[in-house]
């Protein structure tokens, strides 16, 4: 396995409406002519611990986790969080296992930014495709943020709203 400089992990379930975020967002990135030191994942339902085998602390230097999170903001309101704003369980993946010790492990190695998008509904265990209007917006504004972070310049999106941000 060829280990990348940085690791773009969409993290969720399309299958449970807005959970579907990250694997949107990561589709959205797949499209993009991106350098050969970065890899974007859509790393699905199991995607946090999946995320660990693409990760080698001698190569990887940065791992951008995004996924929906809930956090009080209104939906489609977009967040960064940094590992120690994770306090010990509040990370947890769709089986309920706690994912904030793990990252808190490597997080001396590899720079962790996880971009949070609130939800307006996820749906599991009901199945429903589709992301709300106010989740679907917010994927252009984090596609444009990623770039930033990984210093790579389309130069004719226009930069993301404040507003979008907490």
Known sequence: MAYTEIVIA???????????????????????????TVK???AGLGGPHFIFTLLNPEVTKR???IDIADFGANPGEL????????PPGSYRDAHSWDLTEPLQRIKDDIDIT????????????EFEM???EE???????????????????????????????N
């Open 130 to 132: 589709g992301l709300s």
């Open 63 to 65: 791992l951008i986790i």
């Open 10 to 36: 969409g993290c969720g379930n399309p299958l449970f409406a807005d959970d579907g975020f990250g694997p949107a967002v990561a589709e959205e990135l797949s499209r993009l002519n991106l350098p050969d």
């Open 40 to 42: 974007v994942v859509d």
């Open 79 to 86: 967040a960064t969080f940094r590992v120690e704003d994770l």
């Open 114 to 125: 996880v971009i949070g998008c609130q939800p307006k509904h996820v749906t599991a265990p």
């Open 135 to 165: 989740v679907q917006n917010a994927i252009p504004t984090t596609v444009r943020f990623v770039l930033e972070l990984i210093g790579v310049d389309y130069g004719t999106a226009p930069r993301p709203y404040d507003s979008y941000w």
